[in-house]
């Protein structure tokens, strides 16, 4: 899993401090997006999703905010923990041929600073 | 996720071997799909699934082959594997999901394959 965080932009926090990922995707028929988070040796994992007619959905400790208008999305982290460090990459999804094309993006590279 | 299982993790092998990775899923997911990561490139499709009897290429296909030998099952296959085919090898299942509808793949753990 090393690897994958070859070549990444990377964003160091402190411990506790508040984490702000960015994302921008490429296509306006988008109509969902997706953050996952990918920790070393592991696959994939969801964190949060947002739908094209949504400007702001939270979770837990995640924002995730979407602005249509400059095909941009953001993952905000609050009060960030050692356990966060990872990469986190946004996917976005729309409609194709019947069924729901999804693009990934690179990622970033957290790393959070004890 | 032990719900998405991929055999091998790790695999070393030589230009013009035939390599088999195997998927299994316990999540009952009609939809199975083959991705790839490279160092600075998103995930990219290789191949999915929606159902035993519908097999699709993804945007890099070329070089691989897939069989679907049950709901549960997903195998992909280089016939000849060469040096740039090393990468990290995800599967990944979904559920059916309508446009516009919740579309979240669970990945399995990944294959990391080294073509000599």
């Known amino acids: 899993g090393e690897s994958v965080g070859l070549h990444l932009p990377t964003l160091s926090v402190q411990e506790g401090d508040n984490s702000i990922i960015n994302c921008a995707y490429s296509n306006s028929a988008s109509d969902y997006f997706i953050w996952y988070k990918q920790e070393s040796g592991k696959g994939p994992q969801f964190i949060i999703d947002?739908?094209?007619?949504?400007d702001k959905r939270q979770g837990q400790r995640v924002t995730v905010l979407l602005n249509k208008t400059v095909k941009h999305l953001s993952l905000q982290i609050a009060a960030t923990q050692p356990g966060d460090s990872a990469v986190y990459f946004c996917?976005?999804?729309?409609?194709?041929?019947?069924?729901?094309?999804?693009?990934f993006g690179i990622g970033t590279k957290l790393q959070v600073i004890p | 996720d032990a719900d998405v299982t991929q055999t091998p993790r790790n695999r070393i092998t030589k230009t013009g071997k035939r390599i088999m990775l195997e998927c299994s899923q316990t999540k009952g997911h009609d939809r199975m799909y083959w991705y790839r990561q490279d160092p600075g490139l998103g995930l990219r499709l290789i191949y999915y699934s929606f159902d035993v009897k519908d097999i699709n290429k993804g945007e890099i296909s070329d070089g691989y082959s897939v069989s679907r030998q049950a709901q549960a099952k997903f195998s992909l296959s280089l016939e000849s594997a060469i040096p740039n085919q090393t990468a990290l090898y995800f599967c990944?299942?979904?559920?059916?999901?309508?446009?516009?509808?919740?579309?979240?793949?669970?990945f399995g753990p990944g294959t990391r394959l080294t073509v000599l």
């Open positions: 996917a976005e999804t729309r409609p194709s041929g019947g069924y729901q094309k999804v693009t």
């Open positions: 947002i739908r094209s007619n949504m």
């Open positions: 990944a299942t979904s559920d059916f999901g309508l446009a516009g509808e919740k579309n979240e793949q669970f």
